[in-house]
């Protein structure tokens, strides 16, 4: 297994087809925001891309919460969303800030 392959929970090894990208998250009526940074399970490189990625408020990079998940893009109740689908989502860091303005 070389480092850029994940193995999925059911065992399929993922590959990342398009390279490390992101995107900007939030949630309308919640503080919560941050980064989904796809392609990688690797915290450290997740939090390398994103360094200089402009923020609206106070939150530093340095406070995000880090953690990896399988997202791909959805819809939930009519409203596209990113859902948590370790069988067909992408390796993905999931960068969060609890934002307080
Ligand atoms: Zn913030």
């Known amino acids: 297994m070389s480092d ?57 990079m340095a406070d995000a919460a880090a953690r990896a998940g399988w997202i791909r893009d959805g819809y939930r109740w009519g409203e596209r969303e990113w859902i948590e689908d370790a069988l067909h989502g992408a390796a993905a860091v999931i960068l969060t800030f609890e934002c307080l303005g």
């Open 4 to 60: 850029d392959e994940i193995v999925r929970p059911n065992g399929k090894v993922y590959r990342s087809r398009k390279g490390l990208r992101w995107v900007e998250w939030a949630e309308e009526d919640y503080p919560p925001h941050g980064f989904i940074v796809f392609g990688t399970h690797d915290e450290d490189a997740a939090r390398k891309l994103v360094a200089n990625a402009p923020l609206d408020c106070d939150c530093k």
